[in-house]
């Protein structure tokens, strides 16, 4: 059974910083690329920031410079690091991998909420 856990969302004034995970089972994290989202309120939901497994990134314009996904495979964990938040940052963060291998499929952790606010 595949499992996505994000942790580490919270509320946070602008200009702070939060560091969100996501703790994988049930695949081979080491071979997977791994992404994170966010759903604002109204919103769809949109790609924040991309890692593949040799260690490449991809961000959204909006929080280049600002973010940092990285990887440890050893704890079959992915990490956003989000400084210099803005309120506009304020959303559901979740973790994705579109899995290739078996057991095939598009996951999902359950969201995270984060809240950029005085």
């Known amino acids: 059974q595949v499992q996505l856990v994000e942790s580490g969302g919270g509320l946070v004034q602008p200009g702070g910083s939060l560091r969100l995970s996501c703790a994988a089972s049930?695949?081979?994290?080491?071979?997977?690329?791994m992404g994170w989202y966010r759903q604002a309120p109204g919103k769809q939901r949109e790609l924040v920031a991309f890692?593949?497994?040799?260690?490449?990134?991809n961000y959204a314009d909006s929080v280049k410079g600002r973010f940092t996904i990285s990887r440890d495979n050893a704890k079959n964990t992915v990490f956003l690091q989000m400084n210099k938040l803005k309120p506009e940052d304020t959303a559901v963060y979740y973790c994705?991998?579109?899995?290739?291998?078996?057991?095939?499929?598009?996951?999902w952790g359950q969201g995270t909420q984060v809240t950029v606010s005085l």
């Open positions: 994705n991998t579109n899995y290739v291998y078996i057991p095939r499929g598009d996951y």
């Open positions: 049930g695949i081979i994290f080491s071979m997977s690329d």
């Open positions: 890692i593949t497994s040799d260690g490449r990134t």
